[in-house]
């Protein structure tokens, strides 16, 4: 029986793609694939990036990739006393994914960005403060001065003015 690596390597060949195009169809680094190919797993940092990668790699190349995962898995069991392989299910089942048991991290608030906030949430709020206050317009109309005749007379004469030099010269 053809090892995984082999497997991969004939279906990407048969499909008339080279390491190159491969590596640009699933976005994995060409190195990682060539590692595929020659069954090596030594480079992969966490099983769960060596199976997604295979699995990734078999849809592209047209062959089962949960097969392809559990002979991955079965060639590297003979040399598994020092391989960290999980065994995989005989049918692929979902599981819940385990959360990490490292410790999460919490953004830390620099100081700047706190006086940014602060002068921002200042600023809202005096913008608020002059929306709702009543500065902005009159409340009795009768605080406008009435506009004198002369004023409307002046202004009359202004738009009779301007219509008189947008006509035509020679009418």
Do not use: C
């Amino acid at each position: 029986m053809k090892s995984p690596g082999t497997q991969l390597r004939e279906a990407r060949k048969s499909r008339g793609l080279s390491i190159a195009e491969a590596a640009s169809l699933t976005r994995i680094p060409k190195t990682l694939l060539e590692n595929l190919e020659a069954d090596s797993v030594d480079e992969f940092q966490a099983d769960v990036f060596l199976f997604g990668h295979i699995r990734n790699y078999a849809r592209e190349v047209g062959l089962d990739g949960d097969a392809l995962v559990r002979q991955f898995e079965r060639r590297n069991a003979s040399s598994a006393s020092s391989s960290s392989l999980p065994k995989l299910p005989a049918e692929p089942t979902r599981t819940p994914a385990k959360r990490s048991k490292r410790p999460v991290s919490r953004p830390q608030v620099k100081p700047t960005h706190m006086f940014a906030i602060v002068l921002v949430l200042a600023g809202l709020g005096i913008f608020a403060s002059l929306l709702s206050s009543g500065r902005a317009t009159a409340k009795d109309p009768a605080q406008f001065p009435e506009a004198q005749e002369s004023e409307w007379e002046l202004e009359q004469d202004a738009q009779d003015t301007r219509w008189l030099l947008e006509q035509p010269e020679g009418e």
